[in-house]
């Protein structure tokens, strides 16, 4: 059961509200936690706002919860069907919710993590 982390940006009623779920408040302060991790290591010392670190901070904790209870990209219900918005790849592009604090990350830090390093070696 995790508890939330006390210097967390967000609270499970935000995340709650950018993301529906039927997970419980133990598993979104989980996911919660993370997102306040990697925005501690990776932006907080960036030179971005604190208001723009909040909304990572939310979006990448909706992500997390998006990762542990997954959404449907169509469904079908007798004749009625249904497709959602998005496109996802790997990564916090695994979901709009990861997109999104990609988008909101002007640094560049979110959307460089993952990728290969490039070097050369000149001989």
């Known amino acids: 059961m995790a508890v939330l982390d006390p210097t967390a940006r967000v609270t499970v009623a935000q995340v709650q509200e950018i993301i529906s779920t039927k997970l419980l408040p133990e598993t979104i302060n989980a996911a919660i936690n993370t997102a306040h991790h990697l925005v501690d290591a990776k932006l907080a010392s960036s030179g971005l706002d604190a208001s723009v670190l909040i909304d990572i901070e939310l979006w990448l904790s909706a992500h997390f919860v998006a990762i542990r209870d997954p959404r449907t ?6 004749d009625y069907s249904a497709n959602y918005q998005g496109k996802t ?5 695994a979901s709009t919710y990861g997109q999104q604090a990609i988008a909101l990350d002007y640094t ?3 959307a460089s993590m993952g990728l290969l390093k490039a070097t050369l070696n000149m001989i």
């Not at 990209?73 to 007798?78: D, K, L, P, V």
Request: charged letters at 30%; a negative charge; glycine letters at 22%.
């Open 73 to 78: 990209e169509s469904e079908r219900i007798g």
């Open 89 to 93: 790849d790997m990564g916090l592009n």
């Open 108 to 110: 560049g830090t979110l």
